[in-house]
């Protein structure tokens, strides 16, 4: 589901990536060599590894004072990036062009990370994750906990806000994964990492962690680089460094998986480790049927070989939820709202440790014969939150045309904090939502009478039978505005 203030996104081959700088978090730019200074390569220049030349003096003090927080290394030709992964991926799979440009971001990591080695031995680190942690978070988390432990961090603390889904619980349950609260459980003066999720700290998935100004390690398959860039600037981040932003591959839990591989602690992970992992890539893939990449597949085939991971991933798979969990989905559907392909469901309130229930819900109306569009509602501790699923295929030619009407409907029902997004290949699955704080909630309830002679439980549903009844709106609105592009859905 879409946690607080999400920008909710799917998996895209991106064609534009930022690979950024492996300097310390600590170094200025004269501390640098030579070959890490001043350089913004093209992206046919990394494509093709070919080097961009030294530039003037005066561009790069220019560069050191108005360059971008987010920098861009040199990377590896094919012939280093192909004898380096080789042994691990199979001759055939590190040669082909296909995989090329994952393999020589893995292949940057891993050289930032190693020359960081004497820098961060002894020392202590932070891996931050989205607030709600998912398995490709949690399973990111546990590679590079493995690879920061084999550089000689000494100790290493997951921080995670909660755990709204039962899979996830159990995952962490199973796997003996320690988690700490982001911002009580961090350790002062310590390497701050993200994984599935890009900076600043404080905003959309990790809305409530408190922010920082520096960055050691990032990896994350979701945002745009020049989202993240304008973000930080936006946000007082000073410096990012080993970051790798827009990942081009179907989960963060395949890149830092093939990256711990680099690193030789695949087997250090033990089954335990491996199972993560591979729940990561197998749940943000979708059962590797939406959105993964040849590096998925071959990673999820390496970390499940023993019979020990094999059997421990199908019981993090075959997850218990409670009986509240059924509950709500029969309050959903109950009170359903069905305009032609579209359904709308207002669940009510949700307690916070259900609240990817609002996830599921939307995916079971997907799930109905005829249904192109999925929309859950709820209200929660934090404010309201909506959940969307879609399948473009039932309306066949522009398929992309769907992302156009959700965003029209959450625009005229959530104006200004919707936070869909279209970023799934193939076309026709997507996923997105909205969240509204608690005090815009508060005014939408006062506006439409649901605040004031209704006991809390009728006062949810009140609130989110409003909100469906502003989605219906906006759907009529552009029946009459643009015809063309609800073709199919009404």
Same mark, same amino acid.
């Given at each position: 589901?879409?946690?607080?203030?999400?920008?909710?996104?799917?998996?895209?081959?991106?064609?534009?990536?930022?690979?950024?700088?492996?300097?310390?978090?600590?170094?200025?730019?004269?501390?640098?060599?030579?070959?890490?200074?001043?350089?913004?390569?093209?992206?046919?220049?990394?494509?093709?590894?070919?080097?961009?030349?030294?530039?003037?003096?005066?561009?790069?003090?220019?560069?050191?004072?108005?360059?971008?927080?987010?920098?861009?290394?040199?990377?590896? *030709?094919?012939?280093?990036?192909?004898?380096?992964?080789?042994?691990?991926?199979?001759?055939?799979?590190?040669?082909?062009?296909?995989?090329?440009?994952?393999?020589?971001?893995?292949?940057?990591?891993?050289?930032?990370?190693?020359?960081?080695?004497?820098?961060?031995?002894?020392?202590?680190?932070?891996?931050?994750?989205?607030?709600?942690? #998912?398995? #490709?978070?949690?399973?990111?988390?546990?590679?590079?906990?493995?690879?920061?432990?084999?550089?000689?961090?000494?100790?290493?603390?997951?921080?995670?806000?909660?755990?709204?889904?039962?899979?996830?619980?159990?995952?962490?349950?199973?796997?003996?994964?320690?988690?700490?609260?982001?911002?009580?459980?961090?350790?002062?003066?310590?390497?701050?990492?993200?994984?599935?999720?890009?900076?600043?700290? *404080?905003?959309?998935?990790?809305?409530?962690?408190?922010?920082?100004?520096?960055?050691?390690?990032?990896?994350?398959?979701?945002?745009?680089?020049?989202?993240?860039?304008?973000?930080?600037?936006?946000?007082?981040?000073?410096?990012?460094?080993?970051?790798?932003?827009?990942?081009?591959? *179907?989960?963060?839990?395949?890149?830092?998986?093939?990256?711990?591989?680099?690193?030789?602690?695949?087997?250090?992970?033990?089954?335990?480790?491996?199972?993560?992992?591979?729940?990561?890539?197998?749940?943000?893939?979708?059962?590797?049927?939406?959105?993964?990449?040849?590096?998925?597949?071959?990673?999820?085939?390496?970390?499940?070989?023993?019979?020990?991971?094999?059997?421990?991933?199908?019981?993090?798979?075959?997850?218990?939820?409670?009986?509240?969990?059924?509950?709500?989905?029969?309050?959903?559907?109950?009170?359903?709202?069905?305009?032609?392909?579209?359904?709308?469901?207002?669940?009510?309130?949700?307690?916070?440790?259900?609240?990817? @229930?609002?996830?599921? @819900?939307?995916? #079971?109306?997907?799930?109905?014969?005829?249904?192109?569009?999925?929309?859950?509602?709820?209200?929660?501790?934090?404010?309201?939150?909506?959940?969307?699923?879609?399948?473009?295929?039932?309306?066949?030619?522009?398929?992309?045309?769907?992302?156009?009407?959700?965003?029209?409907?959450?625009?005229?029902?959530?104006?200004? @904090?919707?936070?869909?997004?279209?970023?799934?290949?193939?076309?026709?699955?997507?996923?997105?939502?909205?969240?509204?704080?608690?005090?815009?909630?508060?005014?939408?309830?006062?506006?439409?009478?649901?605040?004031?002679?209704?006991?809390?439980?009728?006062?949810?549903?009140?609130?989110?039978?409003?909100?469906?009844?502003?989605?219906?709106?906006?759907?009529? #609105?552009?029946?009459?505005?643009?015809?063309?592009?609800?073709?199919?859905?009404?």
């Amino acid at each position: 589901m879409t946690p607080p203030g999400a920008t909710f996104s799917g998996r895209i081959i991106m064609p534009r990536l930022l690979l950024l700088s492996c300097q310390n978090e600590n170094e200025s730019e004269a501390d640098l060599n030579p070959t890490q200074r001043g350089y913004a390569p093209l992206m046919n220049d990394a494509i093709s590894g070919q080097r961009v030349p030294n530039q003037p003096q005066a561009k790069k003090k220019a560069a050191k004072r108005n360059g971008s927080i987010l920098r861009s290394p040199r990377l590896a *030709g094919p012939h280093t990036v192909t004898t380096h992964f080789a042994p691990v991926l199979g001759k055939r799979f590190a040669r082909d062009p296909e995989n090329l440009l994952l393999l020589k971001m893995a292949h940057a990591a891993y050289g930032g990370l190693s020359r960081a080695g004497g820098r961060v031995r002894g020392r202590g680190a932070n891996i931050f994750t989205q607030w709600l942690g #998912d398995p #490709d978070a949690l399973g990111s988390a546990v590679v590079l906990s493995a690879i920061l432990e084999h550089l000689g961090v000494e100790e290493i603390r997951i921080l995670v806000g909660a755990l709204g889904h039962p899979q996830n619980r159990n995952l962490v349950q199973r796997c003996g994964i320690v988690l700490h609260d982001p911002n009580s459980g961090r350790i002062a003066g310590g390497l701050n990492c993200l994984v599935d999720t890009s900076p600043p700290l *404080g905003m959309t998935n990790t809305g409530l962690v408190q922010p920082v100004s520096r960055y050691f390690f990032i990896a994350d398959h979701h945002s745009e680089p020049d989202e993240v860039e304008a973000n930080c600037r936006s946000h007082g981040v000073k410096h990012v460094s080993n970051a790798f932003v827009g990942l081009p591959v *179907g989960s963060t839990s395949a890149f830092m998986a093939v990256l711990g591989a680099a690193f030789g602690v695949i087997e250090r992970l033990g089954p335990r480790g491996r199972a993560a992992a591979a729940l990561g890539i197998y749940t943000d893939t979708s059962a590797l049927l939406h959105g993964p990449t040849p590096l998925d597949f071959r990673m999820f085939e390496i970390l499940t070989r023993d019979e020990a991971t094999q059997d421990l991933l199908d019981e993090l798979r075959d997850y218990r939820v409670p009986p509240e969990w059924f509950l709500y989905r029969t309050a959903a559907f109950e009170q359903m709202e069905t305009r032609g392909a579209i359904r709308i469901a207002p669940v009510g309130f949700v307690s916070e440790e259900l609240r990817d @229930v609002i996830a599921e @819900v939307a995916s #079971d109306l997907l799930r109905i014969e005829g249904t192109s569009i999925g929309i859950a509602i709820a209200l929660t501790d934090r404010g309201t939150e909506v959940s969307v699923r879609a399948d473009s295929r039932l309306i066949g030619g522009d398929q992309q045309r769907i992302v156009r009407v959700i965003d029209s409907l959450l625009e005229y029902a959530f104006p200004g @904090v919707s936070g869909f997004k279209f970023e799934r290949q193939p076309p026709h699955r997507v996923e997105g939502g909205a969240f509204v704080a608690h005090e815009k909630t508060r005014q939408m309830m006062l506006q439409s009478g649901t605040v004031e002679g209704l006991d809390s439980s009728d006062r949810a549903v009140g609130h989110c039978r409003a909100c469906a009844r502003s989605l219906i709106a906006a759907l009529e #609105d552009l029946r009459f505005a643009r015809p063309e592009e609800i073709q199919g859905l009404l």
